[in-house]
């Protein structure tokens, strides 16, 4: 007996080596890429590194410097404003036409595809150009406004409307948390539907009492993604404000003020500082709405 | 009764006529501005600020020209840039994450569970809070401007995302296939190699695809790394373009935008079902 739990132990701790011989890319990574960095960079944030001079430790300095200082302040207001307006529509947006492409008629596959392109352009430099282009003072949208009578604006220059362009960017690429909506309606049985219409239940009723419920896991899945995504946008405002967050800071991303002060201004403890409230609040975020998923998201099996 | 039918065909033939030609509206709108990139990439640099329509009055490769050469090296150099770090983050994310899953997902040893914890709080780490510490690093070991500091962590397995697609996926194939294996004489590093790996082909395709398009769109850590022209990724390339564009440059800035994102477009076009599936599945789990 003792005998055969000894053979066992020998053969569980070769397993256990030869584990973590397969893990041992995982484990370098894991503490040179990932553990080491973060606690430095936990530890920068205390002090007034500028990466010419070695650190020096200056307590929460950083921190209440965040506090007087006017850029981080609009940064925070700026990616607030855009996390808040632009999720919520790219959501309905994947939402709607995910509804309307579930209904399974010819061609459904194709329009599927198509949706879901803007999602792999959109991040990438080459829109961004596009975007400062169709927005500019000759651009196609205000060429269309004039048609209808309407007299555009350059849209990027005037601060009033920079930002709302990157919003509707990232309105326009619903499509990826469309495809995932769509696997999910197709996983809602018919004869839901069907037996509440027998019950008398119109369109919107089946809406809000079948579809919406069904979806939530889903709906709740893609809202925490986008909204740590949206958290994290830099690209599209670095390329269309040419690396400024202008005009007037009106498109100043909170990782765009970052990298300003990191990596063109050298301030990396302050730098350091910001990564970490960006994380802080990205995570009280996350778990907010993990706590808020009790309240509406549905698990069908009773989970 | 028949004329009843009849009509409700056609009621219904009318409805889907409306509902495709809605759908192709709006696809249009939205498609419009990469539609117009396209045409616009031809039209002589004056006309593109002026025509706005799908079809242009004058076509020419001018702007393909101009913009080839519009930085002090061609636009052939950071093309292969960029396929040497998306290949290799590929290569790396394959080999390195295929490895670690299989061991959290297969064998047996302690801090297992933690492990696997830590991979999926990685997951939603952002790269903010570690990129300071990592380009200080970088360059304290004198690897700035090169690619190193992209394609490093890519061969340690730190794309957790991956690592976790293919531990769900490893989880999915019938552990009584190892069990066959092992009882023929196959160790561990047999049955990795000759059963799961594979198995594990549709997770390992996703990866790749999804590999390939992160990384030629990545534009925050290249912009970071490479300081100097000639190790510039094709994302960066574009931007220092952006940055001293003239009103003439417009032309030439499209035309490059265009050819920047047809390996992206062609990874669509070959693997478009594989990605949606990809997608779907890894939203569900």
């Known amino acids: 007996m003792s005998h055969r739990r000894g053979l066992a132990g020998t053969a569980q701790r070769k397993q256990g080596k030869v584990a973590h011989l397969f893990l041992l890319p995982w484990l370098l990574g894991l503490v040179l890429i990932t553990l080491v960095p973060l606690a430095a960079s936990l530890y920068l944030s205390f002090t007034d590194y500028n990466l010419l001079s070695s650190p020096n430790f200056i307590g929460l300095g950083n921190f209440s410097e965040m506090f007087s200082d006017v850029r981080f302040w609009h940064a925070v207001v700026v990616t607030i404003k855009y996390v808040l307006i632009s999720v919520p529509l790219q959501l309905a947006f994947a939402l709607l036409l995910a509804m309307v492409l579930d209904k399974g008629f010819h061609g459904t596959s194709f329009y599927r595809s198509a949706f879901y392109l803007p999602s792999l352009l959109g991040s990438s430099v080459a829109l961004a150009i596009i975007w400062r282009q169709i927005f500019g003072s000759d651009g196609i949208v205000n060429s269309i406004l004039s048609v209808i009578g309407?007299?555009?604006?350059?849209?990027?220059?005037?601060?009033?409307?920079?930002?709302?362009?990157?919003?509707?960017?990232n309105v326009w690429t619903f499509g990826s948390p469309m495809i995932i909506f769509l696997a999910g309606l197709r996983q809602i049985p018919r004869e839901m539907h069907e037996s509440a219409e027998v019950d008398g239940a119109g369109p919107v009723r089946k809406f809000r009492s079948i579809t919406i419920p069904l979806l939530s896991p889903l709906i709740f899945f893609n809202l925490v993604l986008q909204t740590i995504n949206a958290f994290q946008a830099f690209t599209q405002a670095s390329v269309v404000s040419r690396g400024t967050g202008g005009p007037v800071d009106s498109t100043l991303f909170y990782?765009?003020?970052?990298?300003?002060?990191?990596?063109?201004?050298?301030?990396?403890?302050?730098?350091?500082?910001?990564?970490?409230?960006?994380?802080?609040v990205v995570g009280l975020i996350t778990a907010g709405h993990f706590f808020a998923s009790k309240y509406w998201v549905f698990y069908s099996d009773g989970s | 009764m028949s004329t009843a039918l009849g009509r409700g065909r056609r009621v219904r033939r009318f409805r889907g006529v409306v509902r495709h030609l809605v759908l192709l509206a709006f696809l249009l709108v939205m498609l419009y501005p990469v539609l117009w990139m396209i045409v616009s990439s031809f039209r002589p640099?004056?006309?593109?600020?002026?025509?706005?329509?799908?079809?242009?009055?004058?076509?020419?490769?001018?702007?393909?020209?101009?913009g080839w050469n519009a930085l002090n090296k061609p636009f052939s150099t950071f093309f292969i840039n960029s396929f040497i770090v998306t290949i290799g983050s590929i290569i790396g994310n394959l080999t390195s994450c295929s490895m670690a899953a299989y061991a959290l997902a297969r064998l047996n040893f302690t801090g297992k569970r933690l492990y696997l914890a830590i991979t999926l709080v990685s997951v939603m780490l952002p790269i903010h809070v570690l990129v300071i510490p990592q380009y200080v690093m970088f360059a304290k070991v004198g690897m700035l401007n090169?690619?190193?500091?992209?394609?490093?962590?890519?061969?340690?397995?730190?794309?957790?995302?991956?690592?976790?697609?293919?531990?769900?996926?490893?989880?999915t194939i019938p552990r009584e296939l190892d069990e066959a294996a092992s009882i023929d004489g196959a160790g561990p590093f047999r049955i990795f190699w000759s059963v799961i790996l594979p198995l594990m082909r549709s997770a390992l395709a996703t990866t790749t695809i999804f590999t390939f398009i992160w990384t030629w769109n990545d534009f925050f850590l290249p912009l970071i790394y490479l300081t100097s022209t000639p190790q510039y990724t094709v994302s960066v390339a574009l931007n220092s373009l952006v940055n001293d564009q003239t009103q003439q440059g417009t032309?030439?800035?499209?035309?490059?935008?265009?050819?920047?994102?047809?390996?992206?477009?062609?990874?669509?076009?070959?693997?478009?079902?594989?990605?949606?599936?990809?997608?779907?599945?890894?939203?569900?789990?």
């Not at chain 1, 003020?257 to 730098?271: K, R, S, V």
């Not at chain 2, 690592?163 to 996926?169: A, C, G, I, S, Y």
């Open chain 1, 150 to 169: 309407i007299g555009g604006t350059n849209w990027l220059q005037n601060p009033a409307t920079a930002l709302d362009t990157l919003v509707v960017l």
């Open chain 1, 255 to 280: 990782t765009l003020y970052l990298y300003q002060q990191a990596f063109l201004n050298y301030q990396m403890g302050y730098a350091s500082a910001m990564a970490w409230v960006l994380l802080v």
């Open chain 2, 45 to 66: 640099n004056h006309l593109v600020l002026t025509e706005t329509g799908l079809i242009p009055s004058e076509l020419t490769l001018e702007n393909y020209r101009q």
């Open chain 2, 146 to 171: 090169t690619f190193y500091p992209l394609l490093l962590p890519k061969f340690l397995a730190t794309d957790a995302f991956f690592t976790f697609l293919m531990v769900q996926f490893i989880r």
């Open chain 2, 251 to 285: 032309g030439m800035l499209l035309a490059m935008s265009l050819l920047s994102v047809l390996p992206v477009l062609t990874v669509f076009a070959v693997a478009q079902r594989h990605l949606v599936r990809g997608i779907a599945t890894t939203g569900l789990k």
